[in-house]
C-alpha cells in the first residue's frame, strides 16, 4: 500500500524525469539546426583602392568617420563617410615607415582593431598578433582625448593564450580577428594548414581592466571552429565583428606553413558565427563548422584578395547586411569592399 509520502516521492520522481529528458531538446537542438541550415550569399558591390593605406588589416567606425590600420603602418588612418582620407595619426616612431612599409622582422603587426568605451571616452585599441617578441604590442588611441597613444606590453597576456593552446613555438599563435560587445570580448586566432581555428571569449569590464592595468589576466573560454577549404589548404579566420548575437568573421587561404611568412592567397571567405552555439564548439577534437561564402568578384571569377577585417551595419531588411571589408595583397597594396551579404 502507498502511503501520502510514497505518493510524494513518486511524483516528485516523475516531475525531474520530465524535466530532465526535455530540456535539451527544447533549449540546444534549434540553435544548432539552424547553424548547419545557415545560408550564406556574399556580392561585392563597390571596390576601390585605398592609395595611401599601406597592407590594410583593420577597419572599425566611430561617430562619423572609418579608421583604418595596416599591418606594416606606423599609423592609423581616419577616412570620412565617402572613404577619403582625412588624417593619419602616428603611433609610434616613424623611422622605419622611410621606404614606405616598415620591414617585416621590426614591425609590431597589428592585425585587429575595435571600439571600446571607458567611462564617457571612446577608445580604440589595436592589438597586435602575438607571432613574433616584436608583435606583442597593442595600441590605446583615446579618440576623445585628441588620439592620445597609450602602448601596452601583451607578452603576458599572450603567453597565456599559448599556454590554453598549449603553443610552445614562435609562428604559431597569430590573433587577427578582435571584436567586443557590451558583455564579452573575442580575440580569434588564425590557424595554419587544416588545424582548427580558435575563438577566446572574456568578460569585457574584466578584458578592459586588465589592459588598462586595474585587473590580473581575465578568464578565457576557448571554442573550436573549422572553415572551408580551397583544395589542400584551410582558410583562416583574418578579422571580427559582432552585432545582433553574431559574430561576423572574416577569412582568407593562404599558402604558408606559418604566421610570419606570406604565401599565395587562394580566396578569402565571409562567415556567420551564431553566438549562442558556442557551447558546441568547446571540444578541441571536435570543431563547429562556420557558415561561410567564397568572395567573387561581379563577374563570378574568384576575388584573390586576402580579406584583412570588416565592419556590419545593420540589416536593410529581416537578412540583408551591408559589410565594409578591407583586404591585403601582401605587396603594400591595399582594397575596400563594399559587399551584400544575405543571411538565410
Known sequence: MLNKYNICFAIALIVLGSCKSTGPVATEAPVLTKLESMKLEASILQQRMLQQIPSASGIEYVEGSYYVLGDDSPYLYQLGEAFELKRKYPLFDTTAFKNGRIPKAEKPDLESMAHFTYGRDNMLLLLGSGSS?????????????????????????????????????????????????????????????????????????????????????????????????????????????????????????????????????????????????????????????????????????????????????????????????????????SELLEVELTVE
Do not use: C
Open 133 to 333: 617578441e616584436s608583435r606583442n604590442k597593442a595600441y590605446w588611441v583615446n579618440l576623445s582625448e585628441n588620439m592620445k597613444v597609450r602602448e601596452v606590453d601583451f607578452s603576458r597576456f599572450f603567453t597565456f593564450l599559448k599556454s590554453i593552446l598549449k603553443i610552445k613555438t614562435e609562428g604559431e599563435l597569430n590573433i587577427e580577428g578582435l571584436a567586443t560587445d557590451e558583455i564579452y570580448t573575442y580575440l580569434l586566432h588564425r590557424s595554419i594548414g587544416n588545424k582548427a581555428n580558435v575563438l577566446f571569449r572574456f568578460d569585457t569590464g574584466d578584458f578592459k581592466d586588465y589592459i588598462l592595468g586595474n585587473a590580473g589576466l581575465p578568464a578565457a573560454a576557448a571554442y573550436y571552429f573549422m572553415l572551408p577549404a580551397v583544395g589542400q589548404n584551410g582558410a583562416g579566420f583574418s578579422g571580427a565583428y559582432t552585432s545582433e548575437g553574431k559574430l561576423f568573421v572574416t577569412a582568407s587561404v593562404e599558402a604558408t606553413s606559418n604566421a610570419i611568412d606570406d604565401g599565395e592567397v587562394l580566396g578569402s571567405f565571409i562567415g556567420v558565427i551564431d553566438l549562442l552555439a558556442l557551447p558546441y564548439a568547446s571540444d578541441a577534437a571536435n570543431p563547429l563548422q562556420v557558415p561561410a561564402v567564397q568572395l567573387t568578384n561581379t563577374n563570378g571569377s574568384v576575388y584573390k584578395g586576402k580579406a584583412e577585417s570588416l565592419i556590419v551595419t545593420m540589416p536593410e531588411n529581416q537578412n540583408k547586411y551591408k559589410a565594409i571589408i578591407v583586404t591585403d595583397d601582401d605587396k603594400g597594396g
